[in-house]
């Protein structure tokens, strides 16, 4: 297996020079654009690793899934999918547009920054300090890394600059999405993007998923196959930007990225897959990563379609 990985980010590699890495959040300017990097983890215990697996990034928009299944757990469907929407957008991750045309007033889904932020505001905990704390033990719980923690200078440099996600967030607060403190809640939701992580971290939260919510070394249930397979279906429908039916198409695994250059995948009842490569293709990416996740669901067959 790891010959087949090798060879497949050696056919990827030329990929890393015809991407950007992301630079509207200073410090992930600092990224190296050649890096490339996978693991696998599979419901056997076997992991499998090439390149640059072992590089630290910020997990970035990858959180996004595991903040939801915190807030659904904490609150039921139904009140989440009150405040937020089930549907694909087409439009940009950090896009305000529909945000105003739809009425009443509600993000598409929970995959985009508007609809997380709104995610973050339903985390129970009585300040953004207790919010964050049970969100990131859930990562070291499902990571099976008890060091995570996040890259201080990501989280202080979004939050210098994070003036697009503000304001969304004020818009929702004013038309009744959410109440509470915005700087509070935009605090939860820079602080789980800028949660470092390697391949290997983001491999074994995939395989959690992909393993119906339950951790398969411990065999503890950590959340309902019902909520996994939810947070699942978002990953095909929206976890790749707006490239993700085109991703569906050529790769059909679930699947989420993030800004920092990871993708996180999970293959039902299988493995878990963890891709790093932050140079970013114009939707946000990782260039050589869908390449990578393309060539190996090729070649393994890994589609669930
Ligand atoms: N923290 C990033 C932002 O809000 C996450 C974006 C992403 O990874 O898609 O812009």
């Known amino acids: 297996m790891e010959t087949l990985l090798n060879k497949i980010l050696k056919d990827n590699k030329h990929l890393t020079r015809e991407g950007k890495v992301a630079s509207y959040i200073p410090a992930l300017k600092k990224a190296n654009q050649d890096d490339l990097g996978i693991c696998?983890?599979?419901v056997n215990g076997n992991t499998y690793k090439a390149g640059e697996?072992?590089?630290?990034?910020?997990?970035?928009?990858?959180s996004k899934t595991i903040s939801l299944m915190l807030a659904i757990m904490d609150n039921g469907e139904d009140i989440v999918f009150d405040k937020i929407g089930m549907e694909p957008?087409?439009?940009?991750?950090?896009?305000?547009?529909?945000?105003?045309?739809?009425?009443?007033?509600?993000?598409?889904?929970?995959?985009?920054?508007?609809?997380?932020?709104?995610?973050?505001?339903?985390?129970?905990g009585k300040n953004a300090d207790e919010k964050f704390e049970r969100l990131l033990n859930l990562f070291r719980k499902i990571s099976n890394n008890n060091k995570l923690n996040i890259n201080?200078?990501?989280y202080l440099s979004e939050k210098e600059t994070g003036d697009r996600n503000r304001a969304l967030a004020y818009f929702m607060k004013d038309?009744?999405?959410?109440?509470?403190?915005?700087?509070e809640i935009l605090?939860?939701?820079?602080r789980q993007c800028a949660i470092e992580v390697n391949s290997i971290d983001i491999a074994n939260i995939g395989l959690f998923l992909a393993n119906r919510g339950q951790i398969p070394k411990t065999r503890e249930k950590v959340t309902t196959e019902s909520i996994a397979k939810t947070v699942k279906t978002f990953m095909i429908t929206c976890g790749m930007y707006n490239e993700s039916g085109q991703f569906a198409?050529?790769?059909?695994?679930?699947?989420?990225?993030g800004v920092?250059?990871?993708?996180?995948?999970?293959?039902?009842?299988?493995m878990g897959i963890g891709v790093f490569g932050p140079a970013l293709n114009e939707k946000g990416n990782s260039i050589a990563g869908y390449g990578v996740l393309k060539d190996l669901s090729d070649k393994l067959n890994l589609s669930i379609f």
Do not use: C, R
């Open 89 to 124: 957008t087409g439009d940009a991750f950090n896009s305000m547009v529909k945000l105003e045309m739809i009425s009443p007033s509600k993000p598409l889904n929970p995959m985009i920054n508007a609809g997380a932020i709104a995610v973050a505001s339903l985390i129970k």
């Open 175 to 183: 038309v009744g999405i959410f109440d509470g403190n915005v700087e």
């Open 40 to 42: 696998i983890v599979d």
């Open 260 to 270: 920092g250059g990871g993708i996180m995948a999970s293959v039902p009842n299988e």
């Open 187 to 190: 605090d939860v939701y820079f």
């Open 152 to 154: 201080k200078e990501a």
């Open 53 to 62: 697996y072992n590089k630290k990034f910020t997990i970035q928009s990858i």
């Open 249 to 257: 198409i050529e790769v059909g695994i679930p699947a989420k990225s």
